[in-house]
């Protein structure tokens, strides 16, 4: 009698932090610089830092390399980059500005070691329609993946809420405009980078979008909300589900708040998910951020046996 080899054990994903609660400090007003982040989060026991391309210091190349070295000095990485391309213009030219700026941070990424570059769909500009939005943003990311393909970086899009300099949220918001988008690229540089969080912000359920996409997921936020006030159920009556950071939720230590790792983790590793997950929390402080830090090492540990 044969028996079937036992199924081999995905590797651990690896956990990297980014600076929620300092983004003030390090990309308006400077009054942090992106040296004390680092060193604030040597401590935490993460394998990286999810890197921002707006942060201040990153305008002069030459800090690329430096920062580079920083990171590397403490035994951690820079595996993912955050910014926000607006494809969702009307105007060509428009548009044209946007995919040259996302390849400055796809050239950004490169030079900190990075894997992942995110996109984003655009703007929800009024006069969009759905079908009209999709062209436009699957066209200008479509346009990137060459150039990205060429510097081994992969282009991840993120169910997100809103950039905080737009005037409009995240065209692809929703969950079906998420996943028409999603569904109407396929390239092996493209893949979803997937914020179970950002889904109560639509009014949606976090569970259903990560199993409409968790093929297609190649890295994680990892972040938390807590409801203020009344139910799942008012914040999903609320007008556009939510226009700005909803006044009902809040962000939470991770595992305290709305978002069922275990539920999350287990669709994940049936998909054989094994990459990054960055962790967005600490608004409340450090030894906020290092108790979601042990939260996450301990389900993954469940999850993801060594």
Known sequence: MTTSPAPARLPQPRLAAFPKAFMQALCKDGTM????????????????????????????????????????????????????????????????????KQKRWIDMTHALGGS????LSGQRRPELTIDEGVRLAAESITA???????????????????????????????????????????????????DPSNTFLAGEDPLELLKRVSHRVVTMHASDRSLIEGTIEDLRREEGGAVG???????????KGLNDYDAIFSELVSKGFHGWISIEDGVEGMDQLARSVMFLKRKIAEHWPA
């Open 33 to 100: 610089r992106v040296s004390e982040w680092i060193a604030l989060a040597a401590p935490l026991g993460v394998d990286g830092l999810e890197w921002y391309a707006g942060f201040l210091e990153m305008a002069d190349e030459a800090n690329w390399p430096r920062f580079r070295r920083e990171v590397e000095s403490y035994g951690m990485t820079i595996p993912m980059m955050c910014c926000s391309p607006d494809f969702t213009h009307p105007d060509p030219a428009f548009r044209a500005r946007e995919i040259a």
């Open 245 to 255: 950071y909803a006044k009902r939720l809040r962000h939470g230590e991770i595992g």
């Open 144 to 194: 990137c993946l060459p150039y990205a393909a060429d510097r081994d970086i992969t282009l991840i899009i993120e169910n997100h809420y809103k950039d905080d300099f737009w005037e409009y949220p995240e065209f692809a918001q929703k969950m079906d405009v998420f996943c028409q988008l999603v569904d109407a690229i396929h390239d092996p540089h493209f893949g979803v980078n997937y």
């Open 116 to 119: 992942y570059c995110r996109v």
